[in-house]
């Protein structure tokens, strides 16, 4: 099976004292929260039961490494597409490197920090509609973060509740 590997960057907004993150729509998770019906060659979903927001996940900016850059270039890159910032390649720091999806496709991913400024800001951000990306960007005040990826009812992977845990053992004053 081949599978790329995969960049993941945790962005803190200095003029907003906040993160910014994505929250985007991700089928998987949606069917994991519904109850399905098979009727003779389908399979259907009650959505006044089970509605689309089961679905929505909150994450760190992300994305596949599909071209012949390097990770920190398409963590530069998907910071622009994906929350509508221009970050100085220089300025995004590399964490670490993990294998994500171990049980299924091993890849691996290389998760960066950056910080932003309001000054930064040169778009919306939203992902590219033309690849099905439909993305909002969310900002959480650091003073809510813990609350935030410790909240039990809220879709997110693992990867956000470690870079924010990463950046209060190494960037918090």
């Not at 259907?44 to 270039?73: H, M, Q, R, V």
């Not at 100085?88 to 400024?117: C, D, M, N, W």
């Amino acid at each position: 099976m081949k599978v790329h590997d995969s960049i993941a960057v945790l962005l803190f907004n200095k003029s907003k004292e906040s993160f910014v993150f994505v929250k985007q729509f991700r089928p998987a998770i949606y069917l994991n929260n519904s109850e399905t019906e098979q009727k003779k060659d389908s399979v259907t979903i009650d959505t006044n039961k089970f509605p689309g927001s089961l679905g929505i996940t909150y994450e760190l900016c992300a994305g596949i490494i599909d071209k012949d850059i390097s990770p920190a270039e398409t963590a530069k890159m998907e910071i622009h597409e994906e929350c509508g910032f221009d970050v100085p390649l220089e300025s995004i720091e590399h964490v670490t490197s993990y294998r994500a999806g171990v049980g299924t496709t091993g890849s691996k991913q290389y998760l960066f920090y950056a910080e932003v400024t309001e000054e930064m800001r040169t778009g919306q951000g939203g992902g590219i509609v033309e690849e099905g990306e439909m993305i909002d960007v969310i900002e959480i005040p650091r003073s809510e973060v813990m609350t935030f990826v410790m909240d039990e009812s809220i879709n997110k992977p693992v990867g956000i509740m470690f870079a924010v845990l990463w950046y209060f053992q190494n960037k918090a004053n």
